[in-house]
């Protein structure tokens, strides 16, 4: 076992299971996942990292902060950037990935969403930009990678259409901007958080897929930062701006349970395991925190980072 | 080789050697005086002298007297003599030898350009390898079949059910225990970018010795308090060796260690508060306070400066039996210290007044402090401590400052029963003395509170 920069022996390669946090203080790190142990220090020179993605193959994880989005490979040592997506701006807030990998999309707080083809040396360019009016706090690629739902501080979500150009606009809230949007694996649902805390959730059921209006929860008291979905659906983890993250049941949207520590901040991103047992978090308090769901129980805890963690990313693998 | 007949490029060599790589500065303090290279140096010269005149009285010489003047000077060797570079070694009379080694150990310092040269193009490099791609707006509409290709509708696979790869690790990996050192796990340095960072290989020295062959090479952030430094070591150790278990991180001190990871027990544990890139070692031991206590009574120290206080036994007999839990060994001992070191040095300039040869007689010290007063003004005296009596003499600078004159003071040391250091800040120590009367048999609380000249921080 390492703590070194060298290329650690397990937990790194595309195949693995990986951890990535990042923050405040300009640094990604990958985590053995485990053992709690930080296994390498990339460098994110500039800015924050206001979203972290790892791409379908596994082996690279994308980094989105002011101006640019950084590629970097999680199988070698290299604590630089690979490639570097530059031309936007101002903020890039999140990033994500087309599920085989042909694409990847953006939003940004220069008001615009925008597909960056990933392919080399094809004949065609699918790049494509969506203009709103307002800066974009969140983005998500419906399941089905036909939509994108696009949401930012007018409030408004934006259901763009990839095959049509068209799209639709969703209003849950007058006057408080969309924070995060997520889309359940199936589907079937669509949860959006804002800055006054309320959880909104749609059901996507029919064709074209409509979104429904299916609940509304008061999920904190303060700004929401972040929603997702289980794997299996069944749960919904919202984290906010009051030091907690609470994880409700799809089935009756009751909570399930509401996960805080005494040292625990701002709670800024949350990602479940493939079986839905764990829950990963990241924190002000420059923490990362794995929670058995199961027990409500704190499992691990991912200390390094000097300054808040803002976003992470995992990928588990099956067994 | 002849290099090495010359005795006085030898002593030169060894005592330079000695005070360069000590970065406490004690060789320095403890050789100052004596600088056998300068003796021999001054003995070749007179040697030289008592030569020519030698040679000036022969008589029957063909040289006449001017050319003996000038010939002389180079050609007499005398068994004292130094070698040439030593008239112009780096030695200034006017800095004395005491910035030396800050001034010349190390690296020069480069200019500005080039080292903002060298970033530059370390930047250059470093930008070479990434590939950037710059956002292009789309150039034509992409027809019907390219946008099918590109972002057609997927059919949604209801996901099944798996295992975690994660969930059965944490089931095969139950209770680590570096996890209770995580809190340091923050100051490592080899995770950082962009931030200072200092390098330390530390000595297990509290384990048993087979754990002992290896240092463990620790990397930190150079603001790191030597506690994050002992915390951190405890962190990284029991990761790379979970099965020796390691005790709290507040039973551990870090002392200053040799290469071969020989700890200097005549040195107390670095000040657990202070940064760590304050010292310029890297090499330490890390030791079990616990021990230490009573490795530290034995009266290792032989050294002059230690003395000191030597004369106040009851000062550090109380101070172990009187432990307060809260507080560390390390911290009072090397306060103490520092006042040492400090005073040692004041007392430099000051010379010692002591009638007998320092060697001979230890115990008797004759300090030059500041004696600090309760309404913010200070006075100097000259502290004088004897085997027999405590000596506080006003040295009188202002005639007119009656206000703040302290009173010339005398006790014999039989008649003090306590001594305690009540505070220390800085270069400021508050001492109590205790002493009994003897006129009345009464006991008379005196407190002091003492400034001394503090040193310049070391590297």
């Known amino acids: 076992m390492t703590m070194s920069g060298d290329a650690p022996s397990t937990g790194a390669g595309g195949a693995h299971v990986a951890l990535v946090t990042g923050g405040y203080d300009h640094t990604i790190k990958l985590w053995q996942a485990h053992s709690g142990v930080c296994l390498r220090t990339m460098q994110h020179p500039d800015s924050q990292v206001n979203d972290l993605k790892i791409n379908p193959s596994g082996q690279m994880v994308a980094a989105c902060g002011y101006q640019h989005i950084r590629m970097y490979d999680l199988a070698s040592a290299n604590p630089d950037p690979v490639i570097n997506y530059e031309g936007v701006s101002k903020n890039v807030s999140r990033v994500g990935f087309q599920e085989n990998g042909q694409w990847m999309y953006s939003g940004g707080e220069d008001c615009t969403a925008r597909i960056w083809d990933l392919r080399a040396g094809r004949e065609f360019q699918c790049q494509r930009i969506f203009q709103v009016p307002a800066p974009v706090n969140a983005a998500a690629l419906h399941p089905d990678q036909s939509q994108i739902m696009v949401g930012g501080q007018s409030g408004i979500i934006h259901i763009w259409d990839l095959k049509t150009d068209h799209n639709e606009q969703l209003i849950p809230e007058a006057e408080a901007s969309i924070q995060d949007i997520a889309i359940d694996p199936e589907g079937k649902l669509m949860a959006a958080v804002n800055n006054k805390g309320n959880c909104y959730i749609w059901s996507l059921g029919g064709s074209p897929p409509r979104p429904v209006p299916r609940k509304h929860l008061q999920a904190h008291k303060k700004y929401a930062l972040r929603c997702k979905f289980s794997l299996d659906s069944t749960m919904l983890v919202t984290t906010s701006g009051d030091c907690s993250a609470k994880v409700w049941r799809t089935k009756d949207w009751t909570l399930m349970r509401e996960l805080r520590h005494d040292a625990q901040r701002w709670v800024w991103d949350a990602a479940f395991t493939l079986d839905s047992r764990y829950l990963f978090t990241g924190s002000s308090d420059s923490y990362a925190r794995l929670w058995n769901l199961e027990k409500g129980t704190l499992e691990r805890e991912y200390c390094g980072h000097q300054k808040p963690i803002t976003a992470l990313a995992f990928r588990d693998q099956a067994v | 080789m002849a290099t090495y007949d010359n005795k006085a490029w030898l002593l030169k060599n060894i005592r330079d050697a000695f005070i360069a790589t ?72 006017l800095y004395g030898s005491w910035f030396r080694h800050e001034e010349f150990a190390g690296h020069r310092q480069r200019s500005n350009t080039s080292q903002w040269l ?342």
């Open chain 2, 22 to 93: 000590d970065d406490t500065g004690l060789c320095e303090i403890v050789m100052s005086g004596e600088d056998f290279s300068k003796i021999f140096q001054n003995k070749a010269i007179e040697e030289k002298k008592r030569l020519k005149d030698k040679a000036q009285h022969k008589p029957g010489t063909s040289k006449g007297k001017d050319n003996i003047e000038n010939d002389d000077e180079k050609d007499i060797a005398t068994q004292f003599d130094p070698y040439p570079d030593m008239d112009d070694s780096d030695e200034d009379p």
């Open chain 2, 118 to 459: 060298d970033k530059k193009e370390l930047a250059l490099k470093k930008a070479a390898k990434i590939k950037i791609i710059k956002w292009e707006d789309p150039q034509t509409e992409l027809t019907d079949e390219q946008i099918a290709e590109a972002f057609g509708k997927v059919q949604i696979k209801k996901p099944e059910k798996k295992k975690s790869l994660l969930s059965e690790q944490l089931e095969k990996c139950p209770e680590l225990p570096h996890r209770q050192y995580l809190e340091y796990a923050k100051f490592d340095g080899t995770a950082q970018l962009g931030l200072p960072t200092k390098t330390f290989k530390i000595f297990m020295t509290m384990l048993p010795e087979k754990h002992q062959n290896y240092p463990l090479i620790v990397c930190v952030i150079a603001n790191a308090k030597i506690k994050d430094l002992i915390g951190f070591t405890c962190y990284k150790y029991s990761i790379e060796n979970p099965e020796t278990p390691l005790g709290s991180v507040h039973d551990y001190g870090l002392c200053i260690a040799e290469d071969d990871g020989e700890v200097d027990w005549a040195f107390p544990c670095l000040d657990n508060n202070e940064p760590c890139s304050k010292f310029g070692f890297t090499c330490l031991g890390l030791i079990n306070l616990k021990h230490k206590v009573s490795v530290v009574t034995q009266p290792i120290l032989d050294m002059e400066m230690n003395s000191a206080f030597q004369c106040f036994p009851k000062a550090s007999v109380s101070g172990h039996s009187n432990v307060n839990s809260t507080r560390q060994h390390t911290g009072e001992s090397d306060e103490i210290m520092r006042a040492i070191n400090a005073v040692t040095e004041g007392n430099k300039g000051f010379g010692f007044q002591s009638t007998q040869p320092i060697t001979d007689a230890p115990q008797d010290k004759l300090y030059r402090v500041q004696l600090l007063h309760k309404m913010r003004t200070s006075t100097p005296v000259q502290l004088g401590i004897t085997l027999d009596q405590i000596e506080v003499v006003p040295v009188v600078t202002q005639k007119h400052a009656f206000w703040s004159r302290p009173k010339y003071l005398l006790h014999s040391m039989n008649s003090v029963a306590w001594c305690q250091e009540l505070e220390s800040k800085g270069n400021k120590t508050a001492f109590r003395i205790v002493i009994q009367l003897h006129s009345n048999n009464q006991i008379c609380i005196k407190d002091m509170t003492l400034s001394v000249i503090r040193r310049r921080p070391r590297r």
